[in-house]
């Protein structure tokens, strides 16, 4: 069954450093999207992603995130100067279409230490 | 503001037993109501999604239930097995922001033998 994977799943960087964080969705899919679940806490939604630009972020993804899709696989998530805060389990999930009563189906995610 | 809530927090059952979860959530209007099971360390793996419209949705051994009215939704888990160990999480999606999912805190359920 095909799944979304993540890469790497454990990921360590000093403060202030800058991060990329990989994704490969499932190939059929057409919308991304990134979460992120810190420790103990509810899962965020971050931002989604459809025809190669931005569809909808939240509060949480401000000037320090991007996100690009560089080739027809890949999916990645861009933080340019980490902070302590930045430190969480960050999940991407991919649908073959938006909202609805379409499954995300998630990735097992990349846990970032940020120190 | 939109917000889901969940409990109990916590629960612990003996295999083989049923459980039900809750969920009541403040988002409206809104699209549908997810129910997603996580493993530790795992991302969340979807288990029912209902629309505003319907009451109850099954999958295996997981029933979901809906009521709009009152803006409460269950999750009942029959037969429970060692495997149901895992956070339960309710995920609500905003009629005018269908991507935007709002997360439940969710329920740890623990199944012991």
């Known amino acids: 069954e095909p799944e979304v994977t993540q890469t790497p799943s454990h990921q360590v960087t000093q403060m202030g450093q800058e991060v990329i964080l990989r994704c490969v969705p499932i190939s059929n899919h057409l919308y991304f999207y990134w979460y992120r679940q810190i420790l103990g806490q509810k899962v965020e939604f971050l931002v989604s992603f459809y025809n190669n630009e931005i569809s909808e972020k939240s509060e949480i993804f401000d000037d320090q995130f991007s996100v690009e899709r560089p080739d027809g696989s890949n999916f990645t998530l861009k933080i340019r100067s980490t902070k302590l805060e930045d430190s969480a389990m960050y999940f991407c999930?991919?649908?073959?279409?938006?909202?609805?009563?379409?499954?995300?189906?998630f990735g097992p995610g990349t846990r970032l230490t940020v120190l | 503001k939109n917000q889901v809530e969940q409990s109990p927090q916590s629960l612990i059952i003996l295999e083989g037993k049923n459980c039900t979860l809750q969920c009541n959530y403040t988002v409206s209007p809104f699209s549908n109501l997810r129910w997603y099971k996580q493993d530790t360390g795992r991302g969340p793996v979807s288990l029912t999604i209902?629309?505003?419209?319907?009451n109850t949705k099954s999958n295996g051994r997981y029933t979901a239930t809906l009521d709009a009215d009152t803006k409460q939704s269950s999750l009942h888990i029959t037969a429970s097995q060692l495997s149901d160990s895992a956070s339960y999480i309710c995920v609500v999606s905003p009629l005018d922001n269908t991507d935007k999912l709002i997360f439940g805190t969710g329920t740890r359920l623990q199944v012991f033998p």
């Open positions: 999930a991919s649908a073959t279409e938006a909202g609805g009563t379409d499954t995300q189906y």
């Open positions: 209902m629309t505003f419209s319907e």
